[in-house]
């Protein structure tokens, strides 16, 4: 009975820690933002809804993840461009994107989910909070052996209304 009882503890101790970690991965105000894109789109522009909802189930699948967690830079590319392509629908004009990468490795290692949480907070705390329009920079270089990429965003200006903390 005992062990019956800590092995269900711990089924339910690891099922809510990838709750958690899901959760963590899917911002809420993202999924719905891009539900509601989604949903304004499905009429005026069907051919583009539908790249957006692959785009957000690419995304989605990144981020229940496969079991080993690895990933590549091309994928992890390929995943950033899919967010900002939703993102943009969203935040049209007040949203730039500067891409500046050289020739990458494009099958080097990597975690998965690397790239997009950091774009996403590009997002989140530079871009959404201003009145204006803001650039996000992505910048890729590969020298000696390694790859080194860099995600800058503009800020709002110091005297806006701090909407959130970050």
Not at 19 to 47: E, G, V
Not at 48 to 73: I, K, M, P, Y
Request: hydrophobic fraction near 40%; proline fraction near 6%; aromatic fraction near 6%.
């Amino acid at each position: 009975f005992y062990l019956g009882q800590q092995w269900r503890a711990q089924q339910l101790a690891r099922a809510e820690a990838r709750y958690h970690a899901l959760q963590a991965r899917i911002r809420p105000h993202f999924l719905f933002n891009s539900m509601n894109t989604i949903a304004s789109l499905t009429r005026s522009d069907p051919a583009r809804a539908e790249a957006v909802v692959e785009d957000l189930a690419d995304l989605f699948r990144a981020a229940l993840g496969n079991a080993s967690g690895q990933s590549t830079l091309g994928e992890e590319l390929e995943l950033v461009a899919g967010y900002l392509r939703v993102e943009q629908l969203r935040l049209g004009t007040r949203l730039r994107v500067q891409w500046d990468l050289e020739p990458l490795p494009q099958e080097a290692p990597l975690p998965l989910l690397t790239l997009q949480p950091l774009v996403e907070n590009a997002v989140y705390h530079g871009i959404e909070p201003q009145a204006k329009s803001g650039v996000i920079r992505i910048a890729g270089r590969h020298r000696n052996g390694r790859v080194n990429i860099s995600v800058r965003n503009s800020l709002p200006p110091d005297d806006a209304v701090k909407q959130r903390e970050g």
